[in-house]
């Protein structure tokens, strides 16, 4: 609607996945790396874990088309299957044959045969699985003992997890331990920065031959890393919604106001702190609580002694206040044995 307006020669933000649209900013170009090394060494149980509309899926085909060819991959597009279901739909991936009545345990006995049958021709198979968060327990377990599958000298069936982070709490839990100390790889999609927002917009916008700096403020890329919160999902929508409102006023730039606007239309709420940095001011306002309460305890308990002759001093006495190390630093810990937060890095 507004390419002639703002002389584009496409549409620069859709939000489908195209692998040729494969941004390489922040560690993502670094995780598909790490992701071929980890298959062509044949490392076992690997897991993506990023929020919504960071990337996974366009991180998912990436990988789908550029393995090599001795890879045969197996795709699970859909995690909400039983584990019967899942080998079924692994079993088919493979392209086994099976009859009405296949039972559970006469399917993962073809399975096995046909990855040892691959595995003599040097070939290996690895299984891509979206939305890993959303898959059942049982399922998740299923797939474990399918990674067990393995040679005197490799693994017969690789596993990649692509999730949110709820994941992470899944695998926190007490009964999941054993998946958990098979992840050999353990991968999180870091959110674009300003930097990387701008440069991403740029990278979007160039093959329609348009500049960011044309088309967006300085304002409207810090607004759109505000509301986006540095998910690529989001960034495309502000941007393309921002747009279209700079269109329908008659301006040749979209400004903040335009993208405030596109994220009322998308019901994105204003957040000024990265994700990363959220916890921190939960766990600062926690110990500011606390110091609160025992400075008003320490009152209250002066206060009890007002039967003694220094009642007048004990009643306008002001406590001391606890003095916060300033150089103490707050971490956050996965439960994963092996996690890999990758720098950031452009390919």
Known sequence: MYHTHFALDGTPFRNTPDTSMFFPGSNRGAVLQALYYAINRGEGLITVIGEV???????????????????????????????????????????IRLGPRADAVSTLEKVNAQLLKLHSQGRHAVLLVEEAQAMPRDTLEQIRLLGNLETHHAKLLQVVLFAQPELKTILAEHSMRQLRDRISHAFNLIPLSRNEIRDYLQFRLTPCN??????????????????????????????????????????????????????????????????????????????????????????????????????????????AHMPIAKDDKITQTTPMTASVDLPVTAL
């Open 210 to 319: 348009g500049t960011v700096d044309s088309l967006f403020s300085t304002g409207a890329i810090r607004a759109i890393q505000i509301y986006s919160r540095g998910m690529i999902r989001r960034v495309n929508l502000l941007a393309d919604k921002s747009l279209l409102s700079a269109y329908a006023r008659g301006a040749l730039q979209a400004e903040a106001s335009d993208v405030r606007l596109a994220a009322r239309d998308s019901a994105f709420s204003k957040n000024r702190f990265p994700l990363r940095f959220r916890s921190w001011f939960a766990v600062g306002a926690a110990v500011t609580l606390t110091t609160i309460l025992a400075i008003y305890t320490s009152k209250t308990d002066t206060l009890q002694f007002a039967d003694r002759p220094f009642d007048s001093f004990a009643s306008t006495a002001t406590p």
């Open 53 to 95: 509309g960071s990337g996974k899926t366009m991180l998912c085909r990436m990988l789908a088309q550029s393995v090599a060819p001795e890879v045969n991959l197996i795709y699970l597009p859909n995690p909400m299957l039983s584990p019967d279901l899942a080998i079924q739909a692994i079993a088919r991936e493979l392209g």
